[in-house]
């Protein structure tokens, strides 16, 4: 059974950081691409950033570029998106994906970011 499990969400400040976690379970994490999205109320929800485990350049929309960043650890199976500098407009619920080839992906079940004053 695949669990993709996200933490770290919270209330923060403009301007502060938070760290957002996604543990997987169930698959091969090595061969699967890896992506944060994240979705507003309202709002559709969209790619903010993905890593593949080969050594190609992450990917980060234009609206995080600068302030984010992507990691992963293929041993512990863990993926991670450090984010920086927060504004009221990262405010959504950002969402762990796992995807492998054309297989449908599998989605966590998201984590609650909120900046706020």
């Known amino acids: 059974q695949v669990q993709l499990v996200e933490s770290g969400g919270g209330l923060v400040q403009p301007g502060g950081s938070l760290t957002l976690s996604c543990a997987a379970s169930?698959?091969?994490?090595?061969?699967?691409?890896m992506s944060w999205y994240r979705q507003a109320p309202g709002e559709e929800r969209y790619l903010v950033a993905g890593?593949?485990?080969?050594?190609?350049?992450?990917f980060y929309d234009h609206s995080v570029k600068g302030r984010f960043t992507i990691s992963r650890d293929d041993v512990d199976k863990m993926l991670y998106l450090q984010m920086n500098n927060l504004n009221p407009s990262d405010t959504a619920v950002y969402y762990c994906?796992?995807?492998?080839?054309?297989?449908?992906?599998?989605w966590g079940q998201g984590t609650q970011v909120t900046v706020s004053t």
């Open positions: 890593i593949s485990s080969v050594g190609a350049p992450p």
């Open positions: 169930g698959i091969t994490f090595g061969q699967y691409y």
């Open positions: 994906q796992a995807k492998f080839g054309l297989d449908s992906p599998y």
